[in-house]
T-cell receptor
Framework: DSGVTQTPKHLITATGQRVTLRCSPRSGDLSVYWYQQSLDQGLQFLIQ???????AKGNILERFSAQQFPDLHSELNLSSLELGDSALYFC???????????FGNGTRLTVT | AQSVTQLDSQVPVFEEAPVELRCNYS??????LFWYVQYPNQGLQLLLK??????LVKGINGFEAEFNKSQTSFHLRKPSVHISDTAEYFC???????????FGAGTRLFVKA
């Protein structure tokens, strides 16, 4: 058990909808990272937060947004969902603002 | 910009045989290097890491990796694999002082009895 908690584990929704994925980092970790894992694109870095502030941005679409709250949990918001957004979304946390990362078990999003 | 190439998408091997999973990276600055393992329906678990110091690093489950700066490689090895090592393995790189960790496409290790 990595200590990183992601909810929900599974999410099924329709195209055009909006969903929120939640992540609680390991106790004491200040950094939260979001990754998208799909069969065709592998593991893609989306965004990183450190102690509430955005630190790095990767291949995150404009339809996606994230934030880290004062209690350090993070949420990833996905809107105007498309079929291609179906993927596993992982959250990872780190003690400081750099690796190694500790991953949660992911949220499997299915867009129908 | 940093990038990671895992040279084999699949590696089949017999139980108790040695295995090497290959990883090359590209970066213009110093790097941190990692190997992660992903079992079905689970998240990624850190196997080992290279931050600095000795170029031979040992990880969990009997795995080790060697950092070769001149060849920009970080190959993962295990002298004798078990059925339970069947999983997907990811090499990852983070530029020293940077925030982004970039992952390779993964290598599926399949251990046969």
């Amino acid at each position: 058990d990595s200590g990183v908690t992601q909810t929900p584990k599974h999410l099924i929704t329709a195209t055009g909808q909006r969903v929120t994925l939640r992540c609680s980092p390991r106790s004491g970790d200040l950094s939260v990272y979001w990754y998208q894992q799909s069969l065709d694109q592998g593991l893609q870095f989306l965004i990183q937060y450190y102690n509430g502030e955005e630190r790095a941005k990767g291949n995150i679409l404009e339809r996606f947004s994230a934030q880290q709250f004062p209690d350090l949990h993070s949420e990833l918001n996905l809107s105007s969902l498309e079929l291609g957004d179906s993927a596993l979304y992982f959250c990872a946390s780190a003690a400081a603002d750099r690796p190694p990362l500790h991953f949660g078990n992911g949220t499997r999003l299915t867009v129908t | 910009a940093q990038s990671v190439t895992q040279l084999d998408s699949q590696v089949p091997v017999f139980e108790e045989a040695p295995v090497e999973l290959r990883c090359n990276y590209s970066s213009s600055v110093s790097v941190y290097l990692f190997w992660y393992v992903q079992y079905p329906n689970q998240g990624l678990q850190l196997l080992l890491k290279y931050l600095s110091g000795s170029t031979l690093v040992k990880g969990i489950n009997g795995f080790e990796a060697e950092f070769n700066k001149s060849q920009t490689s970080f190959h993962l090895r295990k002298p004798s694999v078990h059925i339970s090592d069947t999983a997907e393995y990811f090499c990852a790189v983070s530029e020293g002082g940077g925030f982004k960790t970039i992952f390779g496409a993964g290598t599926r290790l399949f251990v046969k009895a």
